[in-house]
């Protein structure tokens, strides 16, 4: 098991099965850690995006990577909603990703109820057995909202950049009625109350497995 601190932290590994899931599980933990911690080195991989997502996906990862210290963003075409099926091909880009050797990854939470977010989780598990890795939420339809154990606070400035980002950059989702400002700004405020977080707003993350 990978022992971590926030100050330790050098290399950080974020998946996400579709091109907005970083941005919404993590992206203000990202904002923060990139602004207090310069010269991160962040690999960002999103595994179904095509055509205008893609587009969108890459431009996302450079304004919330702004200010790392050095970033790979990789995208690939995974069937959106089909991952249960392709798992062998998703495994074998799964193994890809090892060389990067991060200190910390970041991916969907276990226990979500979109197949392709627990494909991810799994894989992540299996590839990274000696590595921190915070599983992230993401608020949707299914009502698959959990009981979360690590909180990060995030500053109300954070949030909203993380918000308007995320309007910005994700136009092809602006028509679903969940994708809002004040959606991502109210998972927000709740994770941060639960945590009695010193900014009001925060974070939240499953850690199934840390040594401190």
């Given at each position: ?81 089909f991952f249960p099926y392709e798992g062998e091909r998703i495994k074998e880009s799964f193994e890809s990703l090892k060389p990067f050797r991060p200190d910390i990854v970041f991916v969907h939470h276990r226990d979500d109820r979109h197949q392709d977010h627990r494909v991810l989780s799994d894989l992540a ?88």
């Amino acid at each position: 098991m990978h022992q971590f601190g926030l100050n330790t932290i050098k290399r950080i590994l974020c998946v996400g099965a579709h091109s907005d899931d970083i941005e919404i599980g993590c992206g203000g933990t990202l904002l923060k850690l990139t602004a207090e911690h310069p010269g991160l080195d962040v690999m960002w991989v999103v595994c179904s995006a095509g055509g205008e997502r893609t587009k969108e996906a890459r431009a996302s990862a450079r304004d919330f990577l702004r200010r790392s210290g050095s970033s790979q963003v990789v995208v690939w075409d995974f069937r959106t909603s089909f991952f249960p099926y392709e798992g062998e091909r998703i495994k074998e880009s799964f193994e890809s990703l090892k060389p990067f050797r991060p200190d910390i990854v970041f991916v969907h939470h276990r226990d979500d109820r979109h197949q392709d977010h627990r494909v991810l989780s799994d894989l992540a598990w299996n590839t990274f057995r000696s590595h921190a890795i915070l599983e992230y939420e993401i608020p949707k339809y299914d009502g698959d909202m959990g009981t979360p154990n690590v909180f990060v606070p995030i500053s109300h400035a954070l949030c909203r950049r993380k918000s308007k980002l995320l309007m910005r950059h994700f136009a092809s989702q602006r028509n679903k009625h969940w994708f809002s400002e004040e959606l991502f700004l109210a998972t927000a405020r709740l994770r941060g109350m639960e945590c009695n977080s010193p900014t009001h707003y925060a974070e939240a993350f499953y850690g199934r497995k840390l040594l401190l």
